[in-house]
């Protein structure tokens, strides 16, 4: 059973930042669209950001534009996302999965962004 395993979040102050990564299992990941997902609570999970299979195709939630670097490394099966001036909206659970062929929900990582 393909797995996803997120991890990186934490406590932060509004401007700093945080690298996901996710950790995929299986042999498909080279051959997905990734994305990154969040959930604030009482809210519905969206997708923050997307990265085609070889990099070149990428997409970003308007209100994290200029901030979120998503990025992946085939080789080891892991997708990234650089989070720089963080800010109180951001807080969430951050999930990665594939964009069109999803797989079970990993855990997540929780992002907490207050002074």
């Known amino acids: 059973q393909v797995q996803m395993v997120e991890f990186g979040g934490g406590l932060v102050q509004p401007g700093e930042s945080l690298r996901l990564s996710c950790v995929a299992s299986?042999?498909?990941?080279?051959?997905?669209?990734v994305g990154w997902y969040r959930q604030a609570p009482g809210k519905q999970r969206e997708l923050v950001a997307r990265?085609?299979?070889?990099?070149?195709?990428?997409r970003y939630l308007d209100s994290v534009k200029g901030r979120f670097t998503i990025s992946r490394d085939n080789t080891r099966n892991t997708a990234y996302l650089q989070m720089n001036s963080l800010k109180p909206e951001d807080t969430a659970v951050y999930y990665c999965?594939?964009?069109?062929?999803?797989?079970?929900w990993g855990q997540g990582t929780q992002v907490t962004v207050s002074s």
């Open positions: 299986g042999s498909i990941f080279s051959e997905l669209i």
């Open positions: 999965n594939y964009v069109d062929d999803h797989v079970s």
């Open positions: 990265i085609s299979r070889g990099g070149a195709d990428i």
